[in-house]
């Protein structure tokens, strides 16, 4: 099988990782594995991950010409671009509900992000709320669930010096606002913690009220980090399977999170760790209060490592990938010519609503959505009343 991935940047973080997992580990079912990007990529953008280098990594310029057996879509932006790539099969591994990366006044951002749900690709999905959400657009995913480097995240290792007390850990990027990195340390800070360490993919070597910083770790270089570490307290508003956590509780550490989505499909309220209602400050200040007792911290802890031993590894994880791929190409595609066609639409459907002209929206809407795509027409007119 000739097999091809698109993504939107090499840049560490936990949705990239998980797409070079996959790709990597193709590679062992005797795949023949590209990356495509839309400029030229410095390997050294992408040597943060140990197998990244043994994909072969091509612009869609270069594989104009070329015809791949499998096309695997990542991000919703590469979904306007997939049509580039000549695939027998097209299929859209959807990490996230990616519309909700974008506040209500990027409602234009919002609606192209949702309508890559109709181009009629097969889908590949993390998490359960993803898949739940996407049978509203008549989608069947495929659910497989992400792995976790067993190798690499272990409560047996090396770790930092100890610390007399509770050692807190916040984890995300602080310039991204649907990750709550600023608020979450000023919670940590309100709270009776004894010292505060950042884990960060931004570029930073200090920030205000963290004891220690960390930024931008390659993964094999996390699990002492998590291993010195008592609880990482992880607010995000938005996520798809987040991976940290459970990374956490490999390394014998246990968290505290919002209810946010996807956080059930590991994490249970007062076994392994504690979940607090979105935006409940008092809340998250007092679970990470209440950890200063030691018992219900070993509890929590001894809860988190038990979730640990049943997860799957990235080998089981990418095994089922791979079969879920070879499921799907027994079964029809949306072929190339009509994935264009319906990308142009799509991206009409943008400009047009950005512009602001009613005129040419509603014309555009009357005669083409209405008349040719109803399902699709009727889902956009309840978007944009939002």
Request: neutral net charge; proline residues 3%; glycine residues 6%.
């Amino acid at each position: 099988m000739k097999c091809i991935f698109t993504l939107g940047s090499p840049a560490i973080g936990g949705g990239t990782t998980v797409i070079f997992e996959h790709a990597t580990r193709m590679l062992l079912e005797n795949v023949d594995v590209y990356i495509v990007t839309d400029h030229k990529i410095d390997p050294q953008e992408y040597a943060w991950h140990s197998s990244a280098h043994k994909l072969k990594w091509v612009t869609y310029d270069e594989i104009a010409d070329e015809e791949f057996d499998m096309a695997i879509v990542t991000w919703w932006r590469t979904v306007y671009e997939a049509y580039k790539i000549k695939a027998k099969h097209y299929v859209y591994f959807v990490q996230s509900i990616e519309s909700r990366f974008y506040p209500e006044e990027e409602q234009g951002l919002k609606i192209l992000a949702e309508l890559t749900y109709f181009l009629g690709m097969q889908v590949i999905t993390e998490a359960t709320w993803i898949k739940e959400y996407l049978e509203k657009y008549g989608i069947n995913a495929y659910l497989v669930h992400n792995g976790i480097r067993k190798d690499l995240y272990s409560n047996i290792g090396d770790k930092y010096e100890k610390c007399n007390g509770l050692r807190v850990l916040v984890e995300g990027p602080v310039d991204v606002p649907f990750k709550n990195v600023p608020k979450t340390i000023k919670l940590v800070q309100e709270s009776m913690a004894d010292e505060i360490w950042l884990l960060t993919s931004s570029k930073v070597d200090s920030y205000p009220g963290v004891d220690k910083v960390f930024s931008q770790i390659p993964p094999k270089d996390c699990a002492k980090i998590f291993r010195s570490c008592d609880v990482m307290v992880k607010l995000s508003y938005i996520e798809g399977m987040f991976g940290p956590p459970l990374e956490m509780f490999h390394c014998g550490g246990t968290t505290i999170v919002y209810d946010v989505t996807g956080h059930d499909e590991y994490i249970v309220n007062n076994k392994n760790g504690l979940v607090v209602k979105t935006d409940d400050d008092e809340k998250v200040i007092a679970c990470i209060n209440k950890l200063k007792d030691e018992k219900l911290l070993k509890k929590l802890k001894k809860g988190a490592l038990e979730t640990a031993k049943n997860w799957v590894s990235w080998e089981e994880s990418s095994h089922n990938f791979y079969k879920t791929v070879k499921e799907i190409e027994k079964l029809p595609s949306i072929d190339q010519q009509v994935l264009e066609t319906k990308s142009k639409l799509f991206f009409d459907v943008y400009v047009k609503y950005e512009t602001k002209d009613d005129t040419s929206i509603k014309k555009f809407i009357g005669k083409r959505l209405r008349k040719n795509h109803p399902r699709i027409y009727t889902m956009y007119r309840k978007l944009i009343r939002k």
